[in-house]
Every structure is written in C-alpha cells, then in structure tokens.
C-alpha cells in the first residue's frame, strides 16, 4: 500500500505563486509500482478535475493551467509537485495528489489541501 499526504497549500493573492508537495511512504513494492503521478482539484459544487500528469516519459496539462502550472518529481525523495504560477481565484480549489500503479490497476489518493486564491 501507499501513503499520500499533501503540504503547501494555502491562502494566496491573484498572480501569486505556490509550491505543492506530495510524499509518498509505505510499501516500497507498491511505490515502484506506479507508472504515473497526478494532481486533481475539485472546486466547491464541482466535479473533480484532472489538472497535471507525470510519467516517466512525459508530462500533460489541462488546458486551463497550461503555461502556469509545472509539475516535476523527486523519485530519490519519492516527492511530486506541483508550481503553481500566476494563480488566478478560479484556481481555487482542494488539490489532490493521485499516483496510479499500472502493474496493480490500482489508484491511490491523498486527503487534499486547500488552495485559495483571493485578494
């Protein structure tokens, strides 16, 4: 199994910047399971969205954060984050940290952390 807990959320003003991290612990089996690593946001009375994937071989972004958002990992550190440029109050939400294990079809999920962007 693998443990996801998320950190650097926060209150920011528009055009600010923040710096999501997500570490992973537990099953190291599990851990080198995973093929990919994402961050999802959900906003208050909306659906879940996909905002970044990483692979091993590349990176994907929603069209809706593309140009301010970067994704990256540290796998020594077993570390994902998340750059959060030029926030804009629409980036208001709870970002979670997703990482899939393609050799157990099995998704795993962090508890979340807010992000709010307003003056």
């Known amino acids: 199994q693998v443990q996801l807990v998320e950190s650097g959320g926060g209150l920011v003003q528009p055009g600010g910047s923040l710096r999501l991290s997500c570490k992973a612990s537990?099953?190291?089996?599990?851990?080198?399971?995973?093929?990919?690593r994402s961050w999802y946001r959900q906003a208050p009375g909306k659906e879940r969205e996909l905002v970044a994937t990483?692979?091993?071989?590349?990176?994907n972004y929603a069209d809706s954060v593309k140009g301010r958002f970067t994704i990256s990992r540290d796998n020594a550190k077993n570390m994902l984050y998340l750059q959060m440029n030029s926030l804009k109050p629409e980036d208001t939400a709870v970002y979670y940290c997703?990482?899939?294990?393609?050799?157990?079809?099995?998704?795993?999920w962090g508890q979340g952390t807010q992000v709010t962007v307003s003056s």
């Open positions: 997703n990482a899939y294990s393609g050799l157990h079809k099995y998704m795993y």
């Open positions: 537990g099953n190291i089996f599990s851990i080198n399971s995973i093929t990919s």
């Open positions: 990483i692979t091993s071989i590349s990176t």
